[in-house]
């Protein structure tokens, strides 16, 4: 059996602290804020994990979740997400589909993302 990928873009490792802020869905009322790591990220969503929240737990009902990346390449871009997965196999870890993004901040991801993947082309371009 053939196993196809699911996402339609590209994913890129990373490892870059972020600021958690959960919303009600679809009010948009804040429920809390907590931090989160950034583990990969692409144009289409993110994977968060070591998820730190006051509540120390995680809504039963809709929610939404605003991320703030805040350091590396990508410190101050931030995006609303919804959830496509939540994982609590050992650790908490959230799949996250990217619903919007301020369209500066989304170019910024698109640079980091074409030079993550291959950084010749970014030397090409510099030269």
Known sequence: MEIQERRKFL????????????????????IEEGTAKVCNIGLGGALVSDITLPSRSLPLKPFQVV????????????MACSVSRIN???????GLNIDKMPEK???????????EKNP??????VC
């Open 11 to 30: 994913r890129r490792t990373v490892d870059a602290q972020a600021r958690l802020v959960i919303l009600t869905q679809p009010e948009g009322d804040i």
């Open 67 to 78: 991320l703030f990346i805040q350091e590396g390449i990508l410190e101050k871009v931030h």
């Open 88 to 94: 609590s196999n050992g650790k908490i870890s959230l």
């Open 105 to 115: 901040h989304c170019a910024i991801l698109k640079e980091f993302i074409r030079i």
């Open 120 to 125: 010749l082309d970014f030397i090409k371009d």
